[in-house]
């Protein structure tokens, strides 16, 4: 398990840090044996992933090393944050997946599940493409904010309602090298 170092002159512009590393680290062991299993017992050897960019590539290229079983992914680019630090409610597709999914068994992962409405923009064009499974794997969901009725079913952390940067996640394309996730300075 990979553990990487604080980076100070970065963290200084966290009002707290909210999951450290080890944590992350240790919690996508433990998601990755789930998701291996839920998989296993349907009889599915091999799954797409779909990761939603920019913010769960570094979800995304930790999480997979834990599954026990093929994989096959690809990318999906959702634009949701115009300016600033709110969702869009309505989310437009800036770019989709190339791999074919019709009867492929399809695990969606993104870093967070806020408002919804990227992730139900997301299930829409996906759904439309034939998968024989969809499922929705998320780093942080921030049920606070749910604006739509939507759930993920498998998640990683359940964070309040604060604007968390870090391990992907960004404040104007900034802080995404992050090894924690944190609490932004107003």
Avoid: W
Avoid at 54 to 65: C, E, H, K, Y
Avoid at 167 to 177: I, P, S, T, V
């Amino acid at each position: 398990m990979a553990i990487f170092p604080k980076q100070p002159t970065i963290e200084v512009d966290l009002e707290r840090i909210l999951l450290t590393n080890e944590q992350i680290q240790t919690r996508l062991k433990e998601l990755g044996a789930t998701i291996t299993a839920y998989y296993r017992q349907r009889d599915v050897n091999t799954i797409t992933l779909v990761c939603i960019t920019n913010g769960s590539i570094v979800f995304v290229a930790d999480l997979m090393r834990y599954f026990d079983m093929h994989v096959r992914l690809d990318s999906m680019r959702i634009s949701s944050y115009l300016e600033g630090t709110s969702a869009s409610r309505k989310p437009q597709l800036a770019a989709d997946i190339s791999l074919d999914i019709r009867n492929e068994h399809v695990l969606v992962l993104d870093d967070i599940l806020d408002t919804g409405h990227t992730l139900t923009k997301v299930l829409d064009v996906l759904g439309g493409k034939a998968p024989a499974s969809v499922e929705v794997c998320v780093l942080l969901d921030k049920k606070e904010r749910r604006e739509v009725p939507i759930q993920a079913n498998f998640v990683g952390f359940e964070i309040p309602n604060a604007f968390v940067v870090g391990y992907g996640l960004d404040f104007d394309q900034k802080y995404r090298n992050l090894a924690c996730i944190g609490v932004l300075k107003h």
